[in-house]
């Protein structure tokens, strides 16, 4: 536990650690300066400084009491992980829902939503000199929000989602961009087999773009459009196309994205498995703590103990050598400003 410590803040400063099961140990950092924290925001590292923005919450009342989902444009830096959270700028608007990763000295932000509608918006955000600069990229051919995203090498691959707030059909197609071209153009490439998804968590791993579960939409009664939960899994490698791998044991959606990894697999960090559709948000007990890891070597997917702070709808970033999963949500309408880091590497002896 104290190795941890030292890799995470440099000193004995953690608020806490848990070692959980096989899944690694787990450690707080300072929390956001928000009372609710956010569900949806993007976040990475520029210049060694971790960057989270964007994202909505419900600030007055809880959706159950008449609250309304409100967007957020603020823009949060740690500089280190014992030091304070800052407000660093905004938004070119209040935005949340998309995907973000961390490239070389930027965090690449892409699509989201905010009340209204969905967007097709790239751009990148720098903290520099104490000054956050942010450029703008080439935009997606189409909007989306509810989709999944990671980088692999240089290039940024965009998956699923859905097109419009409203949107009675999830996306299947995927899009990448080569974030090293002078000239960088989005190309769509071959669909991921099987059906249409959002809220689909993604990984990196071995020069291959992965994706598991998610949800579909699918026709219910009368016009109501139902979610189906997913259980199937595929890899994308460059130059030989898409490829299904085995099914997760049971369906994972809106779990924490990109997923972080270790040297031979990656993790999926609990999620929405779908057992509590239908339940009033103020009566859900909360999403799943179980913890699954595919392990390359062997191509299965293994119990890999519990998370012991669930969250959904929240980013991950690889920062100071652990994955910090900043904020999120706790249940339909209940977000956290807590922060956490994960090391996978650390298993309880």
Known sequence: MQAFRRRLLGCSLLLSTVPFATAGEWGRLPPLPDKEGFAGPFAGVSNGVLVVAG????PDKKPWDGGRKVWSDAVFVLKSPDGTWTVAGKL?????YGVSVTHGSGVVCVGGSDADRHYADAFRLDWKDGRLGITKLPPLPKPLANGCGALVGDTLYVAGGQEKPYSAQALKAVWRLDLSAKEAKWEKIDEC????????VA???????????GIDLVAGKGDKVERRYLTDAYRYSPGKGWKQVADLPRPVAAAPSPAPTDATGFYLLGGDDGSQVGVAPDKHRGFSKQVLRYDTKTAKWVEAGEIPVPRVTVPVVAWNKVWVMPSGEVRPGVRSPEVWGFNPDKKKE
């Open 92 to 96: 070119p608007r209040p935005l949340g």
């Open 55 to 58: 994202g909505a919450n419900f």
């Open 193 to 200: 087999p099987g059906d249409g998804r959002m809220l689909a």
């Open 203 to 213: 990984a990196s791993f071995d020069g291959e773009f992965w994706m598991a579960g």
